[in-house]
């Protein structure tokens, strides 16, 4: 079987590199936007991709300072993402487009619906950055991320350790070692580590660090979504311990056609937990575009 990580093309996009893969050469165009820290599109979407492949053209990007898609400078914040996607869809011929995303790259998404409905089709955000006003712990987590260095060195702490990756993807896939492709998981996880302390990247996104406020929220995208004019699939895992179940269930109440599904045996990276079931909710909710 040919694996669609196998190829790749190297776009340059906002003035950076970004790395794109297809799978699909039928139906409707579905981007893939994956999460934050170290995410990348070949480790999340692994075993959603060619299951989505089959009635999509999928589009599966590696994020600004993710993967292949490095080295970039500057601010890479939500207001960058606005532009970086209308660039990223002008250069891939796509007027208009579905978006699944997790995690930040949920969060991304939304704020780009938001702006420009007349682009997204449809949307599925799972486990979404973006939601809410306050987190536990708000202003020591902002203190702590504002710490000057500190990212930077958790980074190299993290390339440096790989038995710390290893454990911590234990304690947070569900499944533990008994997860589909855990041992290639960890080894994708644990390279990206090692390029973040290559290239100095911090160990959080741009965007999820400008999130953060000393004591609120700086991005919370909650009061904004009852004008979010895209059907929308809200996905949480019931063990997401990131994503609360009453920021989802607010978010599928205030946005118009949009509803939340919570799957059990999840946490907060459902793609890897669950992608069988999560590419059968996707499938189904992509299939009302073309049942009206």
């Known amino acids: 079987m040919i694996d669609t990580f196998d190829k790749h093309s190297d776009l340059t996009i906002a003035g950076g590199p970004v790395r794109v893969y297809r799978a699909g050469e039928t139906g409707p165009p579905l981007l893939l936007l994956h999460g934050g820290m170290l995410d990348t599109a070949p480790g999340v979407w ?13 589009y599966l990007i590696d994020l ?8 970039w ?12 996607l209308a660039e990223l869809l002008d250069t891939l011929g796509l007027e208009r487009v579905s978006i699944m995303g ?18 997204v089709e449809r949307l599925i955000a799972i486990g979404p950055g973006g939601l809410g006003n306050r987190r536990t712990a708000q202003f020591l987590t902002w203190m702590i991320i504002r710490t000057p260095g500190l990212m930077r060195l958790i980074s190299r702490y993290l390339a440096a350790r790989p038995k710390a990756i290893r454990t911590s993807m234990i304690d947070n896939l569900v499944a533990g070692t008994q997860t589909r492709d855990f041992e290639t998981i960890v080894e994708l996880v644990s390279a990206e580590a090692r390029a973040k302390a290559a290239h100095r990247e911090p160990a959080l996104d741009d965007w999820m660090v400008r999130a953060y406020g000393p004591f609120a929220m700086r991005l919370d995208y909650l009061p904004e979504l009852d004008r979010l004019q895209v059907p ?28 939340l599904v919570t799957m059990t045996g999840a946490g907060h990276i459902v793609s890897y937990d669950r992608p069988d079931e999560l590419c059968r909710l996707a499938r189904e909710f992509l299939a009302e575009r073309d049942s009206g």
Not at 73 to 84: E, I, R, S, V
Not at 102 to 119: K, T
């Open 73 to 84: 400078k500057g601010m890479l914040d939500a207001d960058f993402f606005t532009g970086f």
């Open 232 to 259: 929308t699939l809200w996905v949480r895992g019931d063990r997401d311990p990131l994503v609360g179940a009453a920021e989802l269930a607010a978010a599928a109440e205030a946005a118009p056609t949009s509803r």
């Open 46 to 58: 692994r075993n959603v991709a060619p299951q989505l492949s089959v009635d999509h053209q999928v």
């Open 64 to 71: 600004p300072r993710h993967g292949g898609s490095r080295p």
């Open 102 to 119: 997790l995690s930040l790259g949920a969060g991304v998404a939304i704020g780009y619906a938001l702006q420009h409905p007349e682009r």
